[in-house]
């Protein structure tokens, strides 16, 4: 199982949020790069970048961010928020992410989103931000009402391969994952790599998903706050 740190970025600098809540934002350092290199100096090999203000404002605003990582480590990056037309996500590629996450557009624009499926194949991870089962979009701001299960078995007949799947209820505040909803999954769609995203607080809990066979883990406020030490993450 891949372990995936987040940077999350707002006005150019590394932050998290709780439960997706703009308001309770806390600012962990100004220079993302730094942060990237001593996740790439831990022997990480993957990247979960998010553009918060992307995700605000419905296109792509921290480009220059992605940018600078892709061309100063080797991470392999998947990049999501605001990536809304075919210009961002043209964008994104030529800023060197390996792959895009997409999840508000999966929901609202599905022509569009099915387009680069056809188009990029594996390079499309589908987001799926979840609440009560139901998925939720814009940055967590609203409800769609759509379940998630006919979510995800519409777009697996479509060719996603990859789920980026975060429950925003565990999200930011440091009290476990979702377990049993990723176990579920994995059962219910055994050909989905399923990413684990959300809640993560100890190295237990990676052990636990990686037992029931996610693909990755994205682990972001966790190392912030330095519950999970980097240099324990090869133990997983």
Known sequence: MYIIPAI????????????????QKKIYNENPLEVAKEFEAAGLKRLHLVDLDGAKSGHIVNY????SIAKNTSLIIDFGGGVKTDEDIQLAFNSGAAQITGGSIAVKNPKIFESWLKL??????????????????NGWLEDSGIDLWDFLDGYIAKGVKYTVCTDISKDGALQGTATELYKKMI???PTLQVIASGGVTT?????????????????GKAIYEQRIHLKDLHLI
Do not use: M, P, S, W
């Open 187 to 189: 059962l219910k769609f």
């Open 203 to 219: 190295l237990q809990e990676l052990h636990d998903l990686k037992a029931i066979g996610c693909f990755g883990a994205i682990v």
């Open 120 to 137: 990029h194949g594996d390079k499309i991870i589908l987001g799926a931000d979840v609440k009560n089962e139901k998925i939720a979009t």
């Open 8 to 23: 999350d970025i707002i006005e150019g600098k590394c932050v998290r949020l709780t439960h997706g809540d703009y308001a």
């Open 64 to 67: 220059k961010i992605l940018e």
